[in-house]
Every structure is written in structure tokens, then in C-alpha cells.
């Protein structure tokens, strides 16, 4: 996904909403943000990156020992968020049912509209631009996120689990 292009259309990301990014390592997910900032549809700072509070809590991004308190500490901070009526990312893989389960409740508690942002990209292209990387994610779990989300987080199942709106990441940035 290119940070260049066409800015957001506003409609689809209503203000005050949550959105969950869907998708494997290296797929784009952490550049999507800085789009959205850049437009001005969300603030830097409600933008709740999984590998940031990893690397505050660990010292090192790709440690996933603590990842309880890790995704205990977004949902508070999607609590706050949300309460305060601020368009919410939380920026993390997204790929498991029981983890988007708690942040669609998060949002339902607060009345605000929820959307899926899915990141369908080709593994060849994943593994490239993985092994292009700074931080490595090993080519086996690459490659199974990737299957996860071919699987278990169609833009069907994320509907049936009760997004407001699934939306893959270049239609939001599509003229």
C-alpha cells in the first residue's frame, strides 16, 4: 500500500468510530495510519499501536510474552477513546475473532460505529517486503496470518461479527 495518492474518502470512516486493522505482518497496516493522520481523519495519538506498547512494555516490539496487559492496556485506552468520542485505530494484526470480539464491545458500549479495515495482499508480497525489513517476523507465521485472514477474516465474518463497515485498505484511499 503506498503512503501517496488520493486522501480518504471522509464517509467511510464516520467520526468518532473504531477501526480495527485486519491483516498480516508487512502488509501495510502501520503506514495506513499516518495516511489517516495526514487527512486529518484521526488524531496521532488515538492511534494505538500493538508493537509501540509492546516495545514500551518489553523493550522489544516483537516480544508477544506480554501480550495480555499489552491488548489490556489498548481496550482501556479504546475505552477512553471512545467515551470521549474520538475516532479510534487500533493498529495490531487484527486476525483473531476473540481479540476484535472485545474491541467491538468496547464500541458498542459507547454507541460508536465500528469499521474493519482488511489488508488482503498477496504472501509473495508479504514475504518481500517482510525479508525488506528492519524487524523480521519469521516467514511461517507471515504466511499463516496471511492464511488466517484468507480464512477466518473475510469481509464476511467480520460483518457476521458486527462491523458497522468492512472495507479493504485501498478502496478507502481509492478515488
Known amino acids: 500500500m503506498a503512503l501517496s495518492g488520493p486522501l480518504p474518502k471522509p464517509a467511510l470512516i464516520p467520526v468518532g468510530a473504531l477501526v480495527v486493522l485486519v491483516g498480516a505482518p508487512a502488509a501495510g497496516k502501520s503506514t495506513f495510519p499516518a495516511r489517516l493522520v495526514e487527512a486529518g481523519v484521526v488524531d496521532a495519538h488515538d492511534v494505538l499501536s500493538a508493537d509501540a506498547l509492546r516495545q514500551e512494555i ?26 470521549a468520542g474520538r475516532t479510534t485505530v487500533v493498529d495490531a494484526t487484527g486476525l483473531w475473532p476473540r481479540r476484535r470480539a472485545r474491541h467491538l464491545t468496547v464500541a458498542r458500549d459507547h454507541g460508536r460505529p465500528t469499521v474493519a479495515v482488511r489488508f488482503p495482499t498477496p504472501i509473495t508480497e508479504l514475504l518481500a ?23 477466518g477474516a473475510t469481509a464476511e465474518h467480520l460483518r457476521a461479527e458486527g462491523f458497522d463497515l468492512v472495507v479493504d485498505a485501498d478502496d478507502v484511499f481509492a478515488p
Not at 523493550?59 to 477513546?81: L, N, P
Not at 517486503?129 to 480464512?151: D, H, K, T, W, Y
Open 129 to 151: 517486503r517482510n525479508a525488506a525489513r528492519s524487524r523480521i517476523v519469521p516467514p511461517g507465521a507471515v504466511v499463516g496470518m496471511a492464511r488466517q485472514l484468507e480464512s
Open 58 to 83: 518489553t523493550g522489544d516490539a516483537s516480544d508477544t510474552s506480554r501480550d495480555r496487559k499489552v491488548f489490556a492496556r489498548i481496550r482501556g485506552e479504546v475505552d477512553d477513546r471512545l467515551r
